[in-house]
């Protein structure tokens, strides 16, 4: 049996026998499991995979358990003098050094499979039909990721013990190493930078998980992590290696040692930077990031025609060029399928490629920034606030049918929540949204302004708090009459001020109280009754988080026909009553009658795209808030958002993510360590 072998196999059985390893084992399941629901509640209606979020789960914790695994696999040789022992042994350093490596780290594979079942099952347990779009294959390149990671973490931490009697001061030190040292570092660089953590952006440990969850694989980054393991092991070797030179005569042999670790080291990161430099990425085929165009996207794209030029204006070392050029791949190719436009693909880098960065420039693109163009027509995405299938498809849109109503008017005076806000309780984030579809936000006092814009698609009413007066009243009326279009947003302090607005076009706002609705924090609503309409047909599946809403019923005024016919629709239902409403009127005046039909959405419940709720939950509230846009601007709900393919939805309510919490990091991990640390007092009674 080789020596190799040997030193695998004892160091293997001796970390399994260590009540540390019970404790470390367990404890690392319970903290990733954590994370992982920690992730999911974050992540929940982003298009974020699963895998990712497990990986990204493992990764800062992963360190840690390496440290406590390898913390004595040669402190506690040096601590019991067995040493002493090996070194007289004919077996080489090289070979001991690889062997108690491998132990360690197989020990933290083992560590890291568990806790992927762990989070599996019991995520498809308490969620099974988020679970069920995620196959334990999509899982293997996270997985993979990680055990790049842990080889690496384990080299370092095996390094370390050969410098310590005490396996509790190896340990501390490797933690503090692998994981306090990188991160502080990074960390005081964002705060020390005048730009902020924009200048060096996401750290380069945690994006290497990203990515490779992804299925994006950099063989510059994994020849990286392959190379400095090898390094560290063989640094192993040599400081195992200068325990022999005992003594003032051992002075030369020491000094070549240290000589040869300070050359491996300096090869090291010249190899490092080398691979970085010559960078290829590879995208696995059944990657968790290879997913389809959604239907919605494919109806878009099937409408377009003619020739699309779609120009990344973007560095290529930046951490979004690689999503972003796989997304407009994914497009050009669906294109191509459905019979639509034919989209072309450039590439601009601003440090290189100066020509065409002047010509952007002048065009007044801004860097980090898709321009799509058309004929003359162009339409630019700004990187900077995200990007997506549904901004990406609303663009070509834009550049193949004909110019639209492009203003949204946002009514001012009466205690409206305001688009210009960036408070928490603001809506500027949904105001970027709709300004991304191609909008533009305007205020509205009405009081002030005798006419409503004539470019106007539809005015906004965000909880007023105050009664509009008569006058204005008058204008917001006559604005509906020529078929205008009006999106309200309702709740309990602002009923009153509304009423009258809502019951001449035959709404108002009922007064009983919501039986046996599902909710999240206790305050709010969790509302997947959506109709088959227009606006939440798309939503099917989802749910809205509704803080404190309001419930609609239809009025008293006469439904009447042809012209004056109003149709009352129950977009959203929940707890028995009608929290959303869509009013049409005029929609059965014939096609011979150039009638434009008035609009009206009404939605109870002011927050439901304020700036709080979008940044903290995971829910379709942004999407039924700009489908309601698309629909009342008259460009088609199949234009603008909604859910996009591969979105993470979990449809978990409180007491179930609680219940998912529980078992996942406290059941599963305390009954793995009880289970552990019996074999390791069966094994002891035994010995």
């Not at 502080?184 to 440990?205: D, F, N, Q």
């Not at 590879?282 to 389809?292: D, H, Q, T």
């Not at 419930?551 to 009553?577: K, M, N, Y």
Request: net charge positive; aromatic share 6%; hydrophobic share 50%.
């Amino acid at each position: 049996m080789s020596p190799i072998r040997v030193t695998f196999n004892r160091t293997v059985g001796r970390i399994r026998n260590l009540s540390s390893t019970a404790l470390a084992i367990g404890a690392f399941l319970a903290a990733t499991s954590l994370l992982f629901a920690l992730g999911i509640d974050k992540a929940e209606g982003s298009s974020i995979t699963l895998a990712a979020v497990w990986a990204m789960s493992v990764s800062p914790v992963l360190p840690v358990l390496a440290a406590v695994l390898a913390m004595d696999v040669w402190s506690d040789e040096r601590l019991s003098g067995r040493i002493d022992f090996l070194l007289s042994a004919p077996v080489r350093e090289r070979d001991l050094a690889i062997g108690k490596f491998l132990g360690v780290w197989v020990v933290s594979m083992v560590a890291i499979i568990a806790s992927l079942l762990t989070c599996v099952i019991t995520f498809r347990h308490f969620a099974p039909d988020a679970a069920a779009q995620s196959g334990l294959l999509s899982f293997l390149p996270g997985l993979i990721a990680l055990s790049l990671q842990s080889l690496l973490w384990c080299a370092v931490s095996v390094v370390m013990s050969t410098f310590f009697r005490h396996a509790a001061a190896a340990a501390c030190t490797s933690a503090a190493l692998l994981c306090g040292l990188p991160r502080g570092l990074w960390a005081g660089l964002r705060a020390w930078s005048t730009k902020g953590g924009t200048a060096y952006g996401e750290m380069p440990i945690d994006a290497h998980v990203t990515d490779m969850s992804l299925g994006l694989f950099s063989l510059g980054t994994v020849f990286s992590y392959l190379m400095l393991s090898a390094i560290m092991v063989f640094v192993c070797a040599k400081c195992v290696e200068s325990m022999r030179h005992v003594g003032r005569g051992a002075l030369k042999a020491r000094a070549v040692t240290v000589l040869s670790v300070v050359m491996s080291l300096a090869m090291a990161v010249l190899l490092t930077m080398l691979a970085m430099r010559l960078d290829v990425v590879v995208e696995m085929p059944f990657s968790p990031s290879n997913r389809g165009i959604s239907l919605r996207t494919k109806g878009v794209l099937s409408e377009s025609s003619g020739d699309i030029v779609a120009t990344c204006f973007l560095p290529r070392n930046d951490p979004l060029f690689r999503p972003v050029s796989h997304m407009l791949r994914a497009l050009r190719k669906a294109a191509v399928s459905q019979g639509g436009a034919n989209i072309e693909l450039h590439y601009v880098d601003p440090r290189w490629d100066l020509g065409d960065s002047q010509r952007l420039v002048r065009l007044g693109v801004a860097d980090r920034s898709v321009v799509f163009e058309k004929n003359r027509r162009r339409f630019i995405v700004p990187l900077d606030g995200g990007f997506g299938e549904r901004i990406f498809a609303t663009a070509i849109s834009r550049l193949t049918t004909p110019q639209q109503r492009s203003t949204i008017c946002w009514t001012t005076g009466h205690g409206e929540v305001s688009f210009s806000d960036y408070g928490a309780f603001g809506m500027s984030d949904i105001a970027r949204e709709v300004s991304r579809d191609g909008f533009r936000n305007i205020p509205l006092d009405l009081s002030a302004s005798t006419t409503i814009p004539t470019d106007c698609a539809l005015v906004v009413i965000a909880g007023a708090k105050e009664d509009f007066s008569r006058i204005e009243a008058d204008r917001i009326d006559a604005y509906l009459k020529q078929g205008g279009r009006m999106l309200m947003l309702v709740d309990e302090r602002g009923d009153d001020a509304l009423a009258s607005l809502l019951s001449a076009w035959g709404l108002r706002i009922s007064t009983d109280p919501l039986i046996g609705a599902r909710t999240i924090s206790g305050s709010d609503v969790i509302a997947s009754s959506f109709a088959d309409h227009a606006i939440t047909a798309p939503l099917a599946g989802t749910q809205l988080v509704m803080e404190r809403p309001v419930a609609f019923e239809p009025s008293a005024v006469s439904a009447g026909s042809g012209v004056d016919g109003i149709e009352f629709t129950e977009l959203v239902r929940a707890g028995g009553r009608c929290l959303a409403a869509a009013i049409e009127r005029g929609a059965g005046a014939g096609s011979d009658i150039a009638l434009r039909p008035t609009k009206i959405v009404v939605v109870g419940d002011t927050m439901l795209v304020a700036n709080a709720s979008l940044a903290s939950r995971g829910n379709a509230n942004k999407d039924f808030f700009l489908n309601c846009v698309a629909n009342l601007a008259g460009i088609g709900v199949v234009n603008s958002s909604g859910v996009e393919i591969g979105k993470l939805l979990t449809g978990m309510d409180r007491k179930t993510r609680i219940r998912f919490v529980r078992w996942s990091a406290g059941a599963v991990p305390g009954v793995v360590f009880l289970l552990l640390l019996s074999y390791v007092a069966i094994r002891r009674r035994r010995s």
